[in-house]
């Protein structure tokens, strides 16, 4: 297998399991700072900080005139990671972390499934087909297993 394709699914994987660690300890945080949007914002300065130490590491800079092309919507990402945050930081410890992620992977899937049917942001168009759907289904029905 292509050892760019391996290291993309490790990494993958392993990032997966920092967003499950992510959710309870924005809950501690939020705990001790006052909100959940309070612990998103102190998360995203740490995430911030750590981004900007790893981008000077590798001499990163962002093309200008590129950057400058771009859609309004293209610089909506940190909002949508933002919500997440907060609402991991409040749902988690009312919920139970794995209870949260699944429904939070099922909403992530459907999501997908929708995104892929229109080829948004030019992604390649892909068909809504029952097998694809009933995986969707598979991950709501396991939340609600791991709920009971």
């Keep these: 297998m292509n050892p760019l394709i391996l ?7 392993v990032s997966g399991g920092f967003i499950a660690v992510q959710a309870p300890t924005n809950a501690l945080l939020a705990r001790g700072v006052g909100s959940p949007v309070n612990a ?3 998360s995203f300065i740490v995430g911030s900080l750590a981004l900007l130490a790893v ?4 001499g990163a800079r962002p093309a200008e005139g590129a950057a400058r092309a771009l ?10 990671g ?26 992530q899937l459907a999501m997908a499934l929708f995104l892929d049917r229109i080829g948004a942001f030019g992604i390649d168009k892909v068909e809504i087909s029952s097998t694809r759907l009933a ?4 991950v709501l029905a396991g939340a609600f297993l791991v709920r009971r």
């Excluded at 995986?135 to 598979?138: I, K």
């Design 7 to 13: 290291f993309a699914l490790a990494a993958a994987f």
């Design 82 to 107: 933002a919500v997440f945050v907060a609402v991991a930081a409040f749902a988690a410890p009312r919920l139970g972390v794995t209870f949260f992620l699944m429904v939070a992977i099922a909403g």
């Design 40 to 42: 998103a914002l102190v």
């Design 71 to 80: 859609p309004w919507y293209a610089w909506t990402g940190g909002f949508y």
């Design 135 to 138: 995986g969707v289904a598979l």
């Design 55 to 58: 981008a000077l590491l590798l």
